[in-house]
């Protein structure tokens, strides 16, 4: 569309008009088509054309042929969209819903004829052992006197370098834990650790 200058102003879309000659019925026809869209007469004129340019289309006799073939064809193609969900639908009713509803109808029969609740059974619950307060493995009272007396030295040792222990809080840095201890007695001690 052209630009048109007026009184400094620049409008865009508008030109120069021209006038064409019509039918008074046709014009007055046209006239309250183009009011349904709320736009001047050329806005709906020129979509109109814009319109039949788009879409290919004759307006005096094969537009509409075309439009009603390709509404047919679509209408065609959503037949044979339906006809195969429908397919579907059945063989799952078919496959699936039918079996299963039988065999719920067969044990429900059942269940019926039966006429009677199944009776549980009574849950069966281990008897408590009691032989655990009876010694099993017994260790010869030497043996046990022999390993008290380890554990009591073992103690001793283990208290002894609890008290060689010292707390160091240097000027810089975390404060660290000294142990006061011979190297002969670091090394005894790791060799009875073995």
Avoid: W
């Amino acid at each position: 569309m052209e630009k048109q200058s007026t009184n400094g102003r620049t409008r865009k879309g508008t030109g120069g008009y021209s006038n064409i000659t019509v039918k008074k019925e046709t014009a007055t026809r046209f006239r309250s088509y183009s009011k349904r869209f709320n736009k001047s007469h050329s806005e709906v004129l020129d979509g109109m054309i814009q319109y039949f340019k788009d879409n290919n289309l004759d307006p005096f006799g094969e537009g509409t042929k075309i439009i009603l073939d390709s509404i047919k064809e679509l209408e065609r193609q959503m037949m044979k969209k339906f006809d195969r969900l429908i397919a579907i639908i059945k063989n799952i009713e078919k496959t699936s819903i039918r079996p299963t509803y039988e065999m719920v109808l067969i044990l429900y029969e059942a269940y019926v004829e039966d006429g009677r609740k199944q009776r549980r059974e009574p849950v069966k619950i281990q008897e408590e052992r009691r032989d655990f307060l009876e010694p099993r493995n017994t260790v010869p009272k030497v043996e046990h006197d022999r390993m008290l007396q380890e554990f009591k030295d073992y103690k001793k040792r283990c208290n002894k370098m609890l008290n060689s222990v010292e707390k160091v809080e240097p000027m810089m840095g975390k404060p660290y834990l000294k142990i006061n201890m011979g190297i002969e007695d670091f090394e005894s001690l790791k060799h009875q650790l073995r």
